[in-house]
């Protein structure tokens, strides 16, 4: 890719348009995106206005890069370029820019598509709203196949997908959906209102963006209708919006299980003051949890002092113990996250996590009986022995437990369960440990 | 839902089939079938042999219970229902069963389908050829746009999508994909040929599945063209399978990233046995992992048994250590799996991994010097600022080096990352604290 943008910048500099233009031609809209993001707006403009798909090209760049053309260009080719755009992608450039950089957006754009771009972009961030496109095609109940047809056609340069094709009343309500593929099935004179489908899966237009994407997995849907409180049809959401957002809330959830919390982007972007801010929050909040685990050695610090063979296990034994609450917290924001758990399945689950838990804890206790015996004698194998067994079953319940907790008060299960679990069995861990411990080989 | 079964199930066992098929012919397939798992294949047979899209309702079962009832129907109804089925999931069927319940699927399908079955299911798991459809709509390049349309009318009632047609060459290989979109658009005498374009995203039959979802994602595509070595069309994958893969891949990294190995399907279905083999491994192995930790304070015994105020800390200084670096590793886990980071990106992400972790390096020095001042004096208090600050560094270079090495080799970096990077921080931890108490505090 590098060698390919130095050619081209090479290319535009020496004044060689068609020569640049030849190696991107190509390309998908895409990664000339990423050929443009690499290169200076003022040579790149004259690129990226030559490409016949260059809104979505443009669409696709970064905000950033967006708003530096936007500032380059001239009032009348920017708002040309803005009104190609996808309606969903305008709203969300609209939404990054503050009041100055909006006027250079406003000027020389329709007014329809000036509304439009307000209403799509009112919506708060990570609900259907803005995610949702206004570009959807929209036929009449009462026209023919052949009308639909016709229509279908004309609506094919700006609508998002003719695939599917909506019916509303004259309120605007959402009565009906229709496919290209039941259109061109039809005889021609077969009417829009008998051949649509009015059985619709439909969202609402504040409902959240994970919610969305599920419905669109779950039935397998090209585009899902957005409507209103009213029933009034706002929008459409389409599957490869559905799928950015699955693996969006994958990388967040994948974070927020390793104790990170903002979104950083791109991490090769990334600034290194933001992704301070992402992992510093947990990391010192556990600081101060562990001070718990601290808090339980000070209170037996006796039968340390006694027995210093004791502390050789200490990491391993509070290890083990957030190791496996870790595995369970995992599983359970997972299932609840896919929706393969729901709050009600809690009884159920704790007492399947109670069998895996005895099962795992009856393992790792023989498992470090044997270093236990080798190291400290009969004794000491016991204590770790049975302490094992305690925590790895107090952790797994605690692990398994919180995210249904955390879910309860509507808290998300992700942001906060995996370190605070580990922080929790740890100090639970080392009380047990040494508590038993205490009971068994005593001071003396 | 529940309420809902137990009434079609009272309607079907007093012989209300009819009522039993009014309550769930609104609802979609996938709905259908979770409805119908519910019930015994006995009773279930008849309300499913009425749905119109019964195969779709079937093709959503889980195997086991498809298998339950293709033990039941007639051989008539079983292969007129098998034929129905879309290919990729007749041959996910076939693939999970053993030979003798095979007998009871071959007979009675045809001959194409059923060699196209055995093709189908010939392709490992977890790559393109497992995933994709046969099930497509083929044109010829000298067909006008009359003869293309009608050619796809006739394709509908089978084929996956309509929405894109691929045009092949005597030899079947790919050199064209027209849209239903440009075909609806274009005058009637035009030809496919120039319509077409030849300009082709395709994958290998041999592709990863997470790459094909990828390529998918990456250019918002309905379906993806499969080729073989020979570049000729043997399949497709389409969007909503893409989705699918994305949330079993994301599933699996973050199950992999708290140490749990083979993939369990549903965890309110997943036996307990399936459970516990899942989750054993990984932590049989830390408990031997920790050991090293154990053997770093073994070294050290004397200080410890000197300054008996150092093990109150252990947990807290090896724990974020543990925490920091586990933070490191599922950022570039993460990074290398949505392809935002490749492995040339080691030294430049490095660099900016050492800014990030000197950052949180004296920030952490600086929470844990408090309680270190408080509970032991200036000189632990150093002691434990030092530490830390060399404990977090050290801990962040192995976490986001880890993944890296691992995907060098060619292992999956998720599959071992988080947990091992956990158990050699712990043991680096341990002994970069001791070591540092020992020359500043010495055993006197």
């Known amino acids: ?3 390919l943008v130095d050619a081209i910048r090479t290319q535009l500099e020496n004044g060689d348009l068609e020569g640049a233009f030849a190696a991107v031609e190509d390309l998908q809209p895409v990664d000339q995106a990423e050929v443009i993001s690499l290169l200076d707006p003022k040579i790149g403009w004259p690129l990226l206005e030559k490409l016949p798909e260059r809104a979505d090209a443009f ?9 530096a053309y936007a500032e380059l260009l001239p009032r009348s080719s920017l708002a040309s370029l803005i009104s190609e755009m996808r309606s969903n992608e305008r709203a969300d450039l609209y939404n990054s820019i503050d009041e100055s950089q909006r006027e250079l957006l406003l000027p020389g754009m329709e ?17 259907a709203g803005a995610l949702m496109s206004s570009d959807y095609a929209l036929l009449d109940a009462k026209m023919n196949t052949i009308e639909a047809l016709n229509a279908l056609r004309r609506a094919a340069p700006n609508a998002e997908t003719i695939y599917s094709a909506y019916v509303v009343d004259s309120q605007n309500n959402l009565i009906g959906v229709v496919s290209l593929r039941d259109l061109i099935r039809a005889r021609g004179d077969e009417l829009v209102s008998v051949l649509m489908n009015t059985n619709i899966i439909t969202a609402q237009v504040d409902e959240d963006q994970e919610e969305v994407a599920r419905l669109i997995e779950r039935y397998d849907l090209m585009t899902l209708p957005i409507v209103n409180a009213m029933g009034q049809l706002v929008g459409i959401v389409t599957h490869d919006d559905a799928l950015d957002v699955m693996v969006e809330e994958a990388t967040d959830d994948i974070h927020k299980g390793a104790g990170l919390t903002s979104d950083v982007g791109t991490i090769k972007d990334a600034a290194i003051g933001l992704l301070y801010r992402k992992r510093i929050l947990w990391l010192v909040l556990l600081v101060f949890g562990n001070l718990f685990s601290g808090a339980a050695i000070g209170v037996f610090e006796e039968i340390i002092a006694a027995h ?11 290890g083990s113990g957030g190791n496996a609450g870790g595995q369970s917290a995992t599983l359970m924001i997972r299932a609840l996250a896919t929706g393969e758990a729901e709050l009600s399945d809690w009884l159920y689950l704790l007492g399947r996590e109670l069998l895996v838990s005895l099962a795992i804890g009856v393992t790792l206790a023989a498992a470090v009986s044997v270093p236990g015996v080798i190291r400290g004698g009969p004794e000491v194998a016991l204590v ?15 692990g398994m437990s919180l995210p249904f907790l955390l879910s309860k008060v509507n808290l998300d299960p992700a942001s906060a369960s995996a370190p605070l679990v580990t922080s929790i069995c740890d100090a639970t861990g080392v009380f047990i440990y040494l508590f038993i411990a205490n009971q068994i080989m005593g001071v003396g």
């Open 308 to 318: 210093l063979v004791l502390v050789f296990f200490l990491p391993l034994l509070v």
């Open 1 to 3: 890719m590098e060698e």
């Open 111 to 127: 007014k329809a598509q000036r509304e439009d771009m307000r209403r799509l972009s009112s919506y708060a961030e990570g609900c």
């Open 384 to 398: 770790l022995a049975l302490s094992m067994l305690a925590i790895v079953i107090i952790g797994c319940t605690i």
């Open 59 to 67: 669409g696709d760049l970064e905000v950033d890069t967006q708003l």
